[in-house]
């Protein structure tokens, strides 16, 4: 029975761990202000 | 002290044991996407290519011509799109500007291409378009999904806006990378004019009036990294051409542009080394950490049961035997 609970413990453990983590999500950021180029850059 | 041990064990193998299929499987699809914001830069060559002087209305060879591509992703519009579609979006606005050996612009072709941030799909939207005309994606465009496999693909041709088979022709080795090589073949094909032409004062639509046509084909070649579908190289064999109607003076076409465009070699150096550490990121969710987790579910599994076995193998002390005063006697 103490397995059983220490298992269960476990499973819960990682499902809300995982759960957590993709409702956080990555952040989304902002579109970048800089523009299209129509110069040729010189470097990357 | 064994059994509670034994215990813990127990369930930090399960723990361990159980996120390895849920990072994987879960986690994996819904955290691993282009993000929204992107910016990105791309310079290719095209040396001894053929350009039409618009001054001659004749073909010369000019030492180079350089392609600038800009993608930038319009996180207003994503977030605008994704209230509909109803999933992760990635709206990119893109400019692909050409510039001849004077430094004169050629050609700037502008598009919208909107895909699912996850699978790269196209998801069609108001303001998807190409040269301000509407279109209708049916491919992948400039990005191949994550987790790319051994197959062909649908992909977007910008110029004739058609979608096409684009052939995976198998695995080669760049610059310490393990790449798979497709190839796309587009066929003569005639294609509008763009809206902002070269020379001042000639428009679309006075091009058009004289009966001259344009017309288009090309062999685009890109080297793409499977695990995050990223080009990390391309080349494309591009020809135009002017055909029919007035313009040409009686000749039956005239070669507008044709050049083997190549990515110049500092931008390449620059995408190996982003993409490497992109791969090394997803391989993370995807590879590595799924495989770590339960091999160390396993291992904890196994001490846990081993220190249970002994836990019950050993004797307790023995039992302390009393007995009775033997009474007295004779």
Redesign the interface.
């Known amino acids: 029975m103490r397995a059983l609970i220490a298992a269960a413990a476990g499973l819960t453990a990682a499902l809300a761990l995982v759960l957590t983590i993709t409702a956080m999500g990555t952040p989304e950021g902002r579109t970048s202000p800089r523009p299209l180029l129509t110069t040729v850059p010189a470097h990357p | 002290m064994r059994?509670t041990a034994s215990?813990?064990l127990?369930?930090?193998?399960?723990?361990?044991a159980?996120?390895s299929p849920?990072?994987r499987w879960?986690?994996y699809p819904?955290?691993v996407?282009v993000?929204?914001?992107e910016?990105q830069?791309m310079?290719l060559q095209a040396r001894d290519a053929t350009l039409l002087d618009y001054g001659t209305m004749k073909a010369r060879t000019v030492p180079e011509i350089?392609v600038?591509q800009?993608l930038?992703?319009?996180?207003?519009a994503a977030?605008r799109i994704e209230r509909t579609a109803g999933r992760d979006v990635v709206v990119w606005?893109?400019?692909s500007?050409v510039?001849g050996p004077d430094g004169k612009?050629v050609s700037?072709i502008?598009e919208r291409y909107i895909f699912d941030a996850h699978t790269q799909e196209p998801v069609h939207a108001t303001g998807e378009m190409v040269d301000g005309d509407p279109v209708t994606r049916n491919g992948i465009e400039f990005k191949w999904p994550f987790l790319t496999q051994e197959r062909d693909y649908e992909y977007f041709d910008a110029q004739a806006r058609v979608t096409a088979p684009i052939h995976y022709e198998g695995t080669r080795h760049f610059r310490g990378l393990s790449v798979y090589y497709f190839e796309q073949t587009i066929p003569w094909t005639r294609v509008p004019f763009p809206k902002v032409m070269p020379v001042a004062g000639i428009t679309p639509e006075s091009v058009a009036k004289t009966g001259t046509t344009r017309w288009y084909t090309t062999v685009r070649k890109f080297w793409v990294e499977p695990v995050t579908g990223a080009p990390v190289y391309g080349e494309e064999i591009h020809k135009e051409e002017l055909r029919g109607g007035s313009l040409l003076g009686g000749r039956d076409r005239v070669t507008v542009f044709a050049g083997h465009v190549k990515m110049r070699e500092?931008?390449t150096r620059?995408?190996v080394d982003l993409v490497k550490s992109q791969r090394r990121l997803v391989l993370l969710v995807t590879s590595y950490l799924p495989w770590g987790f339960l091999c160390l579910g396993v291992l904890l599994l196994s001490l846990s049961l081993y220190l249970e076995a002994r836990g019950r193998r050993t004797p307790g002390p023995a039992p302390v035997r009393t007995e009775e005063p033997e009474p007295l006697g004779s």
Request: aromatic share 14%; no cysteine; proline share 4%.
């Open positions: 059994r215990l813990v127990l369930a930090l193998a399960v723990f361990f159980a996120l849920l990072l879960y986690a819904r955290l996407k993000p929204a914001d910016y830069t310079v350089t600038v800009t930038k992703g319009n996180v207003e977030r606005d893109g400019l500007y510039q612009m700037r502008p500092d931008y620059h995408t």
